[in-house]
């Protein structure tokens, strides 16, 4: 279909002529009808944001989204705060349960906490409508990521010491160093007593156990002897036996070693024969354990369920009696 043609009378003519359109007047006609749009569509969103304070679709829909978002942060911020606590309690289990058992030390807050105080490391959230929230869950992130790795590589080492778990068992100090025929013979205990030669109050590192001279002595775990002396004014004869794992022990004021420096000792070996030497007041054996340099009290590691007979076939088990 042909375009309808318009006409416009020519005074001059005085006759009609096909209308001829410039394209000025086209520009003319399209922005005339922009700037009417422009005006409507300004007119509108005038009235209907200032006069009926209402929000735009798109500015609804944004928003909408953004709560959303919002709504998601704070889950993911609470849900970490419920997982913090969990590995906080496996931390703890970890410090005060896996770690002691197989003689490691356990590992300070200073070392599980290192790189979260005094630095300003979120300064790019300030600016965001939401920055605390943006803020609170970076930093709880990377928090829990620090923690979670110093964990894992704690489990990675309490792993690779389990593996050891049946040459751990042997090495403990967990029988008594003589003879449990004669078991009541205990002559002093572990923790503060009356010093036997100065009467002051002091603390005792070991325990005594009073006997015959040259009863035998024997070694209550596995190890290697780690020193051989001998101190006239303190524990004369002295045998200390390292049996790894953080645990050594001391077999003091025997009358004679029976062992060497460096030696390889098994669990009921004779070590030594009980004596009188150093500073003593009569035949016994002072016996210590120690742990990570620290003395604790042998007696929380002897093993009550051996009668004299068990006790005796263990030592001679061992095929190093040397009674």
Do not use: W
């Amino acid at each position: 279909m042909s375009k309808k043609k318009q006409y416009i009378f020519n005074k001059e003519t005085l006759s009609y002529e096909v209308a001829i359109t410039t394209l000025k007047t086209k520009v003319t006609r399209v922005f005339i009808v922009l700037l009417g749009g422009l005006l409507l569509f300004g007119g509108y969103y005038c009235i209907y944001t200032k006069v009926l304070n209402l929000d735009t679709p798109k500015t609804v829909l944004l928003e909408k989204k953004n709560q959303e978002l919002l709504s998601k942060l704070e889950i993911i911020n609470q849900k970490m705060d419920e997982e913090s606590k969990i590995l906080s309690k496996i931390q703890m289990r970890d410090n005060v349960v896996y770690r002691p058992i197989f003689g490691m030390d356990e590992i300070p807050d200073e070392v599980r906490n290192a790189g979260f105080g005094g630095v300003k490391r979120y300064y790019e959230f300030d600016n965001f409508i939401n920055g605390e929230i943006l803020t609170s869950v970076a930093m709880k992130m990377d928090i829990l990521t620090k923690k979670a790795y110093v964990q894992s590589r704690s489990f990675d080492e309490v792993a690779l010491l389990s593996k050891r778990a049946g040459e751990m068992a042997s090495c403990i100090p967990t029988i008594y160093p003589v003879s449990t025929a004669l078991r009541n013979r205990f002559s002093s205990s572990f923790g503060y007593r009356i010093d036997p030669f100065n009467k002051t109050h002091r603390m005792h590192n070991g325990i005594d156990i009073s006997g015959s001279i040259g009863e035998p002595v024997y070694s209550t775990g596995d190890g290697v002897v780690s020193e051989v002396s001998y101190n006239f004014f303190g524990y004369g004869n002295c045998v200390i036996v390292d049996h790894g794992f953080g645990y050594k022990t001391r077999y003091a004021h025997l009358k004679e070693p029976l062992v060497v420096e460096g030696q390889v000792v098994k669990r009921g070996d004779n070590i030594g024969k009980m004596g009188n030497s150093g500073r003593s007041k009569g035949p016994h054996l002072h016996y210590e354990v120690i742990f990570k340099g620290k003395p604790i009290n042998p007696v929380n590691y002897f093993t009550n369920d051996l009668d004299p007979v068990e006790y005796q076939a263990m030592i001679h088990s061992s095929g190093r009696d040397k009674v």
